[in-house]
């Protein structure tokens, strides 16, 4: 039962657009699926045409953690269709991350909190707010793997490498199951030079972990977001819906891999040891 983070730092980047869609054409397919928001921001929830903050949701169940009282975020869980679900997002959230920073095992509330959960699904997904706090920490140390998406352009790639960075002190320190899945490139036009350039060189520096499948750009997408709902219930013969559904069989594909890669490493140290 994978735990992906959408995670970039870098605002704008695609992560609430990805993890709804991709985590869509997956139900479609007969996966079931959570997302979680945990962005004080609450793009996702709002996305989903969650308006009113619900009485329990990340946050509500956060904060008992926290305070060691008893929690259930099942309670905050609002299945939006039969296997499709979500744990919404509120804004005080924001003040979460200094919360945390004094709590004892901080970087571990979240994984703690969903334990109970996680093997009611085959995938769950975190939005993650675009800056690396405590909340984004949360989200990679209770993580399998970090997918990431970005436009084809230059600060977004600034944003890969700087975040790569705590990516990496996650792995080594808090997280060593922790796996990069690989980079989504979206809004994406290959008669764009710069589109060319930045696929280019993401492709020189971290080879395979660059998806084949992109996510070109699209207005049915945001027109399905301010709807309320995902791409394949707005327009299933958009653009959007052809490009996450290829997403998703590559996806499905890539982890298969990833996991069959994670298995030999174990096998061969259970013989060395």
């Known amino acids: 039962m994978p735990i992906i983070s959408i995670a970039i730092q870098k605002g704008g980047s695609g992560k609430t657009t990805t993890t709804i869609n991709l985590a869509a054409a997956l139900q479609r397919s007969g996966k079931k699926v959570l997302l979680i928001d945990a962005d004080p921001q609450a793009n996702l929830s709002q996305s989903l045409g969650i308006e009113d903050e619900p009485e329990h949701n990340l946050y509500t169940e956060l904060k008992k953690e926290m305070l060691g009282e008893e929690s259930d975020i099942s309670k905050a869980i609002l299945e939006i269709r039969p296997g499709f679900s979500v744990i919404p997002a509120s804004i005080e959230l924001a003040g979460a991350e200094i919360e945390l920073v004094g709590v004892y095992s901080r970087e571990h ?3 703690a909190l969903i334990e109970p959960i996680v093997a009611d699904y085959d995938f769950i997904f975190i939005d993650c707010p675009h800056a690396i706090g405590m909340l984004t920490i ?3 140390v209770a993580s399998d793997y970090v997918l990431m998406p970005l436009q084809g352009e230059f600060l977004p790639l600034k944003g890969v490498h700087s975040f790569m960075r705590h990516y990496e002190i996650v792995r080594k320190k808090l997280n060593k199951k922790l796996s990069l899945l690989g980079f989504v490139l979206i809004k994406y036009d290959e008669r764009k030079l710069m589109n060319t350039r930045v696929k280019d060189s ?6 395979n972990k660059v998806f084949k499948s992109v996510i070109r750009t699209n207005i049915q997408l945001a ?4 709807a309320g709902t995902d791409i394949f219930l707005f327009d299933k013969y958009s653009n959007g819906a052809t490009d996450y559904r290829n997403l998703a069989e590559e996806f499905l594909n890539r982890l298969e891999l990833q996991d069959t890669f994670k298995e030999n490493v174990q096998e061969l140290e259970a013989v060395v040891s």
């Open 109 to 111: 509330i979240l994984s």
């Open 138 to 140: 949360n989200a990679l």
């Open 202 to 207: 993401l492709e020189k520096v971290f080879e």
């Open 223 to 226: 027109k399905a977001q301010e």
